[in-house]
């Protein structure tokens, strides 16, 4: 069986990756996708422990998280359209009509 | 086979079922209704039978559905906090409203059902709770702030305020699953059982889970979507938000914090004072130069973030008291400031700057008179809410030995009073010219009986302050 930390770094990896791709990506849809990222490394982590620790209270808190997951995608693609109908781009530079 | 059910009781969830319902027949009497504006009485009639409904529940330390919320007075005490700041809020938007009138219905449910993930973080005794309650909260509040579609700036903020949103739920996640990894348990007593000789994981997912809480109550440094989305919201969104999200943020922080994280004090508590010094500072100092007024009360609020987190730094029974105390007098005053600039504002344009300001006065003298005192109040002048809010948070700091902490604050009060009295200064001592705005105001009843409303508890807070800090004080005695 694979142990558990090999799990844990792997999700810490991929968390990381998305950190860093929301902060260098200037496109809002790849920056989302990577905010999708972390949360499903957050996936990753809370099924191993939730296997580690025989506790069926993890996998189902995974559940909970996809499902708002979800909801955060409609609403996001939303403004995403929203943007692009009146300004034309999806580059968050673009933005700049407020101060960032 | 038998199945047995869970025996569920919802009672005591009353008041959210009762505004949830509410939002949901505004949205379907919103599909076939001639004359939209009944919607927001509608919905100002189901807060008012939500709050009713709080106030006949029992007080006893109860908790429910599988210990996932509690029915606590500390729970109560939130409900009644969000309550009025949905009634205030509902009324600052009617104006607003008419003249979008074919998004009336789902603004209305919008913001219900945003009031009702603010409940539920003040019920919730589960990070599980927390983070669905934040997520309820935060995605309606994402499209809200969208809503003036015909502003560019409107979209731009959702969008800022959406990609950071998210971001810092991402951390608050991570933060939560290491937690449960170092104790086993998401809920906030079991976590509290097993912090104690837990490592580095543990550590790591509390940093993490403060990382999010920042966000959400614009803590520095992770307040830099603040100023931006304020302005760009329209007004009676940044109104409502800017009390809302940061009483709920830091119900459910505070509950975190001496629930789950009693035994580690020492650790947290000066982490914590570090973070206030910081984001009071960082925030006073941006609003000294704001050409904007919605840009500086951003900023202003980023700085009564700082100081309400000054009563949670100090971790005793008078920080928590006086944290309540806070979060209610701030959400009047604030209210209330934004509810001036409503008035204030070009229609469409969603913002008032600072030269609009100008010897308005002369024009609007009862207007001036509130602002003044809703300035007066945020700076923290005697005797009205302000004052007290900040005199019981730093007194907390005194008592648990962090004097130097109660020092920074009022050094930061003082610098904070430049920019409140200049609000002033520019409403009165300063001959109007052709910036200075030229609304009508004198036709608008629902305004103005909101910000009535507004002025009769910042003043009424502040004269009788005992009656609203003994709420506070039986609020947070059971988390204590």
């Known amino acids: 069986m694979v142990p558990t930390s090999y799990y844990l770094i792997l999700a810490a990896i991929i968390f990381t990756l998305g950190v860093i791709g929301v902060l260098v990506r200037r496109n809002a849809l790849v920056i989302f996708m990577s905010v999708e990222m972390m949360m499903n490394a957050v996936n990753l982590t809370l099924v191993a422990l939730a296997r580690q620790k025989g506790s069926l209270a993890g996998q189902v808190f995974v559940f909970l998280i996809m499902a708002v997951a979800a909801a955060e995608v409609a609403i996001g693609l939303a403004i995403v359209m929203e943007i692009v109908r009146h300004r034309d781009t999806t580059n968050v530079d673009e933005l700049n009509l407020l101060k960032w | ?480």
Not at chain 2, 212 to 229: C, E, I, N, Q, R
Not at chain 2, 420 to 443: F, G, H, Q
């Open chain 2, 1 to 480: 086979m038998t199945i047995t059910l869970p025996s569920i009781s919802l009672l005591p969830y009353l008041p959210e079922i009762v505004l949830l319902i509410t939002a949901l027949l505004v949205l379907v009497i919103d599909t076939f209704a001639g004359e939209k504006r009944w919607l927001v009485w509608l919905a100002l009639l189901g807060t008012i039978v939500a709050g009713v409904t709080t106030w006949s529940l029992s007080l006893g330390p109860t908790l429910y559905l599988q210990d996932m919320l509690a029915a606590d007075p500390y729970a109560l005490f939130i409900d009644m906090v969000v309550l009025i700041i949905t009634a205030i809020s509902l009324l600052l938007a009617y104006d607003w409203l008419n003249s979008h009138a074919h998004q009336q219905g789902e603004y209305v449910a919008l913001l219900l059902f945003s009031a009702v993930g603010m409940m539920t973080m003040g019920a919730a005794t589960n990070v599980i709770t927390i983070f669905v309650a934040l997520e309820i909260l935060s995605l309606s509040l994402y499209v809200l702030t969208g809503f003036a579609r015909e502003r560019l700036t409107s979209g731009e903020a959702a969008l800022k305020y959406f990609l950071l949103g998210a971001f810092a739920s991402a951390f608050f996640l991570y933060g939560v699953a290491l937690l449960y990894g170092a104790t086993g348990h998401f809920d906030l007593v079991g976590i509290g059982k097993n912090m104690a000789g837990t490592g580095l994981m543990a550590a790591a997912g509390v940093a993490l889970l403060l990382v999010g809480f920042s966000f959400k109550v614009a803590l520095a440094p992770f307040h830099m979507w603040t100023p931006d989305v304020y302005q760009g919201a329209p007004t009676s969104v940044t109104a409502f938000m800017s009390v809302g999200a940061k009483a709920a943020g830091f119900a459910a922080f505070l509950r975190f914090f001496h629930v789950a994280l009693a035994g580690s004090y020492a650790t947290w508590g000066p982490a914590l004072a570090a973070l206030a010094v910081l984001t009071m500072t960082w925030g006073n100092l941006a609003a000294l130069n704001q050409e904007s007024v919605k840009r500086m009360l951003a900023y202003s609020s980023i700085a009564h973030a700082g100081y309400a987190l000054v009563g949670l730094a100090a971790g005793n029974a008078l920080g928590m008291s006086g944290l309540l105390f806070y979060l209610l007098a701030y959400a009047f005053m604030n209210l209330g400031a934004f509810g001036v600039i409503i008035m204030l504002e070009k229609k469409g344009s969603g913002d008032l700057s600072m030269s609009a300001l100008r010897g308005t006065a002369r024009e609007h003298p009862l207007l001036a008179a509130t602002m003044a005192v809703f300035m007066f109040s945020l700076a923290g002048v005697p005797p009205l809410a302000g004052f007290f809010g900040k005199f019981y948070v730093f007194g907390a700091a005194v008592k648990a030995n962090m004097t130097w902490l109660a020092i920074v604050g009022i050094i930061n009060s003082a610098i904070s009073a430049y920019y409140y009295l200049r609000v002033s200064v520019l409403m009165y001592m300063v001959e109007p010219d052709e910036n200075t705005t030229d609304v009508a105001t004198n036709n608008r009843p629902v305004l103005a009986f909101a910000l009535l409303v507004a002025l009769v508890f910042v003043i009424g807070i502040g004269l009788w302050p005992g009656i609203w800090m003994q709420m506070a004080q039986q609020a947070a005695a059971l988390l204590g």
